[in-house]
């Protein structure tokens, strides 16, 4: 009888934790409204990249030569003519739509692949014997004794500029930045007083690494990943607007931005749209990782907390 009333008691207050936490996440938001705000306006962006080149990939790609340079704020032709018309009188709210997936693509799968390889690289590092980890170290430092962009213009050179080469470079890049991370918090947790009771209850090392020290060191990674999301972005922009990125007829904001610069003194608005949805993209990521670095940390999170009640 009473197995029988614990088990409902049980599973009632897991439910109420699973409920719990993600109002225990919003509350934290929404005691840093910037950080708030800059959520909404990525869940906006990853909406357009996930469903904006199914709903307007064919009006983005439709040339309209008489709405060519169109200015913007003109509804004549309208809503999607709203931020004007490029070169060719495509409307550009439409390609500043379509251009969001790719642009995500790249940023999210260089800034995926670097995180994965490069935290798997400094566990190893920091967990394995001297010589194992002066070796993993020592290629991190040959990939960073070459600067970022550097690196990948000469290979960009070599290979074709796809979505696929650019994720490759743009990851390879960023690896060591996650490997000296990870290692330098490993050498750091794995000296803790619970990581000393697994090894004398007889965890296995994979066990003690995968259960015990990477949730502790995964919450830096996170708040890392995070901001080299806006900086991967960047980087991407750059290329394209190097002449070395995505090439039409794919299309990303940066690329956008290097076809609408010869027109900037007849139409300014062809470059200015897609670098201010660069600029407000990479401002919130900074905001969220600025938000992210206080809220998953356990010493500092009282001030989202107690700024949270006050609100209330």
């Not at 197995?3 to 840093?32: G, I």
């Not at 040339?63 to 004007?84: Q, S």
């Not at 439409?94 to 935290?119: C, D, E, F, K, P």
């Not at 967990?127 to 962009?149: H, K, N, Q």
Request: no cysteine; glycine share 6%.
């Amino acid at each position: 009888m009473s197995s029988e009333m614990v088990n409902p008691t049980f599973e009632s207050e897991q439910k109420a934790n699973a409920v719990s936490a993600p109002m225990r996440v919003l509350r934290l938001l929404w005691a840093d409204k910037f950080a708030f705000v800059a959520v909404l306006f990525l869940i906006v962006i990853f909406a357009f990249a996930i469903f904006g080149p199914a709903l307007l990939g064919d009006v983005a790609a439709k040339t309209n030569l008489r709405a060519r340079n169109a200015a913007p704020f003109v509804l004549d032709r309208g809503f999607l003519y709203i931020l004007g018309g490029d070169a060719l009188g495509r409307p550009l709210l439409a390609r500043i739509i379509v251009a969001a997936q790719n642009t995500m693509v790249i940023a999210a799968g260089a800034v995926s692949a670097s995180l994965v390889i490069g935290t798997m690289l400094g566990l190893v590092a920091g967990y394995a014997g001297r010589w194992t980890g002066e070796i993993v170290m020592r290629l991190a430092d040959v990939i960073m004794s070459f600067p970022s962009l550097l690196l990948a213009v000469i290979v960009l050179y070599m290979l074709e500029p796809s979505i696929a080469n650019l994720v490759l470079v743009l990851a390879i890049t960023r690896i060591p930045i996650y490997l000296r991370t990870t290692r330098a918090e490993m050498l750091e947790v794995r000296e803790r007083m619970f990581v000393q009771a697994a090894r004398v209850m007889g965890a296995s090392n994979i066990r003690i690494v995968f259960r015990h020290i990477l949730p502790v060191i995964l919450p830096t990674l996170l708040t890392i990943g995070t901001l080299d999301f806006a900086f991967v972005m960047l980087a991407e922009s750059a290329l394209s607007f190097l002449g070395i990125g995505i090439q039409p007829p794919e299309i990303t904001w940066g690329l956008m931005v290097s076809q609408g610069r010869q027109y900037l003194t007849s139409a300014w608005w062809l470059a200015f749209w897609p670098g201010l949805a660069i600029i407000l993209t990479t401002m919130s990521l900074n905001l969220l990782s600025s938000w992210m670095r206080i809220a998953l940390n356990p010493t500092q999170r009282w001030r989202l907390e107690t700024g949270g009640k006050k609100n209330d």
